[in-house]
Structure formats: C-alpha cells, structure tokens
C-alpha cells in the first residue's frame, strides 16, 4: 500500500470515481482495463501525444469503442487480428478494439519482408490486419493466398483512396458506438526476435498482479499522471509492456511513429517526460549526435530511462548517465518469461555492464549441463521462475516445447551472478563459439573491441573451420577519421584476452544490421563471413 501511495497509483478520488474505475476494469481484458481506467480516472488529461496532436484519455476510450463496434460489422468470424503499425494513436486505437471484442491480437514486426509475413499470417490464421500504408505492397504480397483477410489502413501518409478501409472512417462511422460483448477474453500473441528465423508466437500467461506491480515500482521510479515518452517499438514485448503499464499508471504517452535522436530528447524537453523508454541502441544514437546538439535539450524532467532489448554497452550507460544524471535502468526481459532482472543506476554505476537483480516474484538459477547449480561467478545457463511465464508458442510454432527443469525455464541465455547478487548475461547459449577446443563468449571479445578509441560497435561471430572446428570472425563500426587497421585491432585484441581469443579475421563496415529493436542481426554476418 505504502508503494503504491507514493506512486500515486491510490490517490485521493472521489469514491464514485473509484466505483466507475473498479466497474471499467470489469470491462475487458488486460489492455482495455488498464485504459478505460485511466478514462474513468483522470478523463480530461492528455493520454496519448503523437504527431497529429493530443488525445485524452476520454477521447482514446471512446475512439476505441468505435473502432472495436466497427471492425465488428466486418464479413466473417473475426479471431485473430494482426497489427502492423508504427507508434501512433492508430496502433493504440487497435489494440484496445480487438481486446475490447476478445479476439486476438497478432503483433506484427514492422521489418517484416513478405514471405516472413505471410508465414506468420497463415500460421496465426489472421482474419484482418490493421496496417499503415507504407506496408501495403508488403500486406498485399502476404495476404494473396488469403483474400478474405480483411485490411484496415490505420496511417497514411496522403489522403486515402475511395473505398479504402481505414481507422478514421470506421471510428467516424461508429462514433458513440459500443461493440456487442462477445464474452471471449483476448489474447496478445508477442512475436520472438525472430533473429535466427521465423519469429514464433507466444502467448504469455496472467501477469504477477499486485506483487509484479509492486516489485517495478520499487525498482524504477513511474508515478501516476505525468508523461512517459515511449521510443520503443510498441510492437515488440518490450514496448507493448511499457505502453501498457503506462495506461495502468495513467502516465501521458508520448511517442512518434519512427525514432529520431534529436526528436525524441526535444520531445522529452517538450512534454516535461519523467520517463522515457528505449531500447539500448537508442541511447547509442543519442550519444552519437554532436555534444552542441544534445546541449540544447537537457532534459531535466527525466527522472527515469528504462530499456530492453538488447545488449546494453557499457561505455555509453556510462556515458549518458554522466550527461543526463543517474537514471538509466537497464532490464533483462525475454518474451517468454516477462522481466528478469532490472540493474538500477547504483547497480550500473558498479558495474556498467550488469543486467541487474531478479525482479521481485521472480527466481533466477545458473545451471550447468547437469542441471547443478554453479558457485558464484561461473558461468552456465540462465533458469528463470516466475508468475509470468508463457503458456507455450501459438499453434503450428516450431518449438513449442520450451526447456524447463524443476518449474524454471531456460531463458536462452548465458551468465553468471557475482558475489554481489548482480547477474550478468554473456551471450546466447547458441552463439558459443567453440575453437580449437576452447570455449569462446562473443560478448567478450566485443567488450574488448570497444574499449579501443577507433572502434564504435562491434560484434562476433563463430563460422566453420576445418582445423579448429570454429574460426572467430569480428564486424567492427569505427569512428569517423579512424586510422587503426585491421591489423591493429587484432593486435589491441591479443594484448588483452587469450590467444584463441583473437579473431583470426576482422572486417570493417559502415554499421551493423540490427533488426527493428536493435539487436544485432548475427545470422546475417555470419552467413557474409561463411561466403
């Protein structure tokens, strides 16, 4: 109770305010509750900011209503809707209509190319896909063999043609509408990274309730109605989560359709943000603009950065928060299992490179092969136990069985925890890279790389060797004006870490491939490094 007064989560209402919070909560599933509270709570205040201005909450729940009465006069049984949209106000709009009528919800990867699309649709068994037009040929392509698929446009960039369905007309249609109860609760189906194929479903179970509540905001410091900017793509777990707790805290969302480093520290200054949400290759592009460019927005409202996603480097947490004040958290997720850990800014200020303490209601192991627990500091595989943990992969998902031993799952994940209770994340447990016998973390040699003054980003991968069975080939990003050779780099690297350590080649590119939130597409290089 003490957590939740100081969050302003329990405030001072009026009871009848809180008897119409309590009866919207009834309403629906976890999406629609979060909203139609906050409606019901504060309905006057700015709840969503985006680039065609301000909506209130009030306005986001009855734009909802509409469209969820509208998409329910579309032809056949609706089940699964799929959503392909950047950041805005017809993304949010969707997802609170498709969980207000209990069907599904498909989050679509806005990177998607056609033929990966049109797998994931197939296989969801979509029947209508919510997009914004600059996907239409890629919609088209992967709807061909489903034409009775419906298609609802949800941004375009010009006027819309005659006869096209969109957001706007069906809530225009539908304005003051309430859809019929069909008395399903909705699912939301978050697509995997996907990195190293086909993404798979999976569909997470009940959250932690008050406990998990409790637990983030203990660790990371949200308090009810100020404005919460979300960088992150709000398809990807990580950002759907924030967007969701977001409504939950009844915090202003702020967000633009694509990220820009300028635009988004020029929002936050703007709105007066105490958060903002990344994933980590966004401070990166923050830390790389011109200091006289990130000096005219100090951003001093900012009381919290959160991210997820990817790997964290070191250099630039430090960096920012050197800049900007101590307040990045930095938090291990995965979609199957919900938050694992989060490194508060003490945390990272010790060691920049942690993933922080398990989240409250959550248990962590490192196990090795045996499934035995290892000593402190050894490295194994990460187990994770929580109330959060997925229900398994959708329908027709390759690998629906999950590993687990002893209720906790294998997050994928290799790492080891300190002395201090901080786990560190190494790396995949696929992307091991076993040379001449040698047991080789990519992450390590990464690390090392970065520390020289020439190189920006760096990533490792393992490819086919006849004599040492896997060879070490680095990617490196360098600075502008950069000298160093190849050569040297490898030289840098031998000077640091153990000889088998060394990548026996390096290459030089203009910047790595990343997928839409930032991780590093390693089967790409690997695949170039193999040729």
């Known amino acids: 109770m003490g957590t939740f007064v100081r969050a302003g989560v329990l405030a001072p209402l009026r009871p009848d305010r809180y008897l119409r919070m309590a009866a919207a909560a009834r309403g629906g599933g976890s999406v629609t509750m979060g909203f139609a509270i906050a409606a019901q709570r504060c309905p006057d205040r700015p709840g969503l900011i985006d680039e065609l201005g301000t909506l209130t909450w009030k306005q986001l729940d009855q734009r909802a209503a509409a469209l969820a009465a509208g998409l329910q006069t579309l032809p056949g049984t609706l089940r699964t809707v799929g959503i392909m ?3 805005h106000r017809g993304f949010v709009a969707a997802l609170i209509a498709a969980d207000r009528l209990g069907v599904d919800v498909l989050l679509l990867n806005t990177s998607f190319a056609g033929p990966a699309l049109a797998e994931v649709v197939t296989r969801e068994d979509v029947d209508a896909v919510v997009y914004d037009d600059e996907f239409a040929d890629i919609v088209g ?3 061909t063999d489903r034409p009775d698929t419906a298609r609802v446009l949800a941004w375009t960039e010009s006027t819309a043609s005659a006869g096209d369905l969109t957001v706007d007309s069906l809530i225009a249609a539908h304005h003051g509408s309430k859809p019929t109860s069909t008395g399903r609760k909705s699912k939301v189906v978050l697509l995997t990274s996907g990195t190293t194929g086909t993404p ?3 569909r997470s179970t009940s959250g932690g309730g008050a406990a998990e509540l409790k637990g983030i905001l ?5 308090r009810a109605e100020e404005v919460t900017v979300i960088a992150a793509p709000m398809f990807h777990a990580w950002g759907y989560s924030q967007l969701i707790f977001a409504a939950f805290m009844a915090t202003t969302i702020a967000t633009r359709r694509r990220f820009d480093p300028e635009a988004t520290l020029e929002l936050v200054d703007r709105t007066g943000a105490t958060g903002l949400v990344v994933v980590p290759v966004m401070l990166d592009r923050i830390m790389d603009l011109p200091p006289a460019v990130r000096r005219r927005y100090p951003c001093r409202s900012l009381r919290f950065v959160t991210a997820s996603g990817s790997r964290m480097r070191p250099d630039v947490v430090t960096a920012f928060m050197d800049e900007f004040g101590d307040v990045v958290y930095n ?8 938050m694992i850990a989060t490194a508060t800014p003490a945390d990272l200020r010790a060691a920049p490179d942690t993933a922080g303490r398990p989240a409250a209601g959550t248990e962590v192991r490192i196990l090795d092969g045996d499934h035995r627990e290892v000593p402190a500091g050894d490295t194994g595989q990460i187990f994770v136990r929580s109330g959060t943990l997925f229900d398994g992969y959708t329908g027709g998902s390759p690998g629906t069985a999950k590993h687990f031993h002893d209720g906790f799952m294998a997050s994928g994940d290799m790492g080891y925890v300190d002395s201090a209770g901080r786990l ?6 696929d992307e091991m890279i076993v040379s001449g016998g040698e047991n080789v973390y990519p992450i390590e040699v990464e690390k090392t790389l970065t520390t020289h003054p020439e190189v920006a980003e760096a990533s490792v991968v393992g490819v086919s060797d006849e004599q040492y069975g896997q060879r070490l080939v680095a990617f490196v990003v360098l600075t502008p004006g950069a000298s160093s050779s190849t050569d040297d780099l490898r030289a840098f690297v031998r000077d640091n870490l153990a000889n088998y350590k060394v990548p026996r080649e390096i290459r030089v590119l203009d910047e790595l491939p990343r997928n839409a939130t930032g991780k590093i597409l390693r089967a790409e290089l690997r695949a170039s490094a193999e040729d």
Not at 218 to 222: H, L, S
Not at 424 to 429: A, P, S, Y
Request: charged residues 30%; contains cysteine.
């Open 218 to 222: 203990d660790r990371i410091p949200w």
């Open 424 to 429: 560190f994340v190494v790396g995949r447990d």
């Open 85 to 87: 949209c950047r950041n």
């Open 331 to 338: 938090n291990y997720n995965a979609t199957e299992a919900g």
């Open 200 to 202: 798979k479903g999976a």
């Open 141 to 143: 392509r992967a709807l």
